[in-house]
């Protein structure tokens, strides 16, 4: 079982849509959480932190379960500039981060 | 915001060769760096940790004789891959973290993709 599992995707969703991504991490010790965007031949960058009372920004929310091990990303009123995958990555020990396989979005017009 | 570069940003080698990535923090000092690499349609793997004055520690499954690091200042860390073969051509991507505080932020090169011929 991979330590921090996604749905690959691709989802394709209209203009305006409102789409969620799922993340479960198998390490119950885990202390941080992120979600990442990635476009295409670029590195990761940081698109918000989780925490368990949940944090919205802007268009998007995240959502932490402990108990369930479960990340959630909600992203409403999809625009085309928000097409990219997006990495849940956990931070268990330190600084050392391990990635999940990432979620594909492609927002069409 | 800090930023953290990579040099060079892609390289075309042939095989046998050696190809040096260097990582650097431009402002602000990172006694740990981390080094991924990045198979297409892949997600991330960590190599290996990057410490300055001593040792890195490397992955399970990552060779440190080939992917030798050397982390000799604390904005600087380079990754070579020695003897390069086309199987080693990937995307390459540092990080370091924003403090010395344990689950910091972390700051992510521009990556450096390589090709093997």
């Known amino acids: 079982r991979k330590e921090v599992e996604q749905d690959p995707g691709p989802f394709n969703v209209p203009e305006g849509a409102t789409v969620a991504f799922n993340c479960t991490y198998s390490n119950s010790a885990s202390q941080s959480f992120f979600w990442y965007r990635q476009d295409c031949r670029k590195e990761p960058k940081l698109l918000m932190s989780?925490?368990?009372s949940g944090n919205e920004d802007g268009r998007f929310t995240a959502q932490l379960n402990r108990a369930s091990q479960y990340i959630s990303l909600l992203i409403r009123d999809s625009k085309l500039s928000d097409s990219a995958t997006y990495l849940c990555v956990v931070n268990n020990a330190g600084n050392m981060l391990t990635f999940g396989g990432g979620t594909r979005l492609m927002v069409k017009p | 915001g800090a930023v953290v570069s990579q040099h060079p940003s892609w390289v075309i080698c042939k095989s046998g060769t050696s190809v040096k990535i260097e990582c650097r923090s431009l402002d602000f000092q990172a006694t740990t760096m981390f080094w991924y690499r990045q198979f297409p349609k892949q997600s991330l793997m960590l190599m290996a940790t990057?410490?300055?004055?001593?040792?890195?520690?490397?992955e399970q499954g990552v060779e440190k004789d080939k992917f030798l690091i050397n982390h000799a200042s604390l904005t600087l860390s380079t990754l070579t891959v020695t003897s390069a073969h086309p199987e080693d051509s990937s995307f390459y991507i540092c990080?370091?973290?924003?403090?010395?505080?344990?689950?910091?932020?972390?700051?992510f090169g521009p990556g450096t993709r390589l090709t093997v011929t």
């Open positions: 990057s410490n300055e004055g001593s040792k890195a520690t490397y």
């Open positions: 990080s370091a973290p924003s403090t010395g505080l344990a689950f910091a932020e972390q700051y």
């Open positions: 989780v925490y368990s």
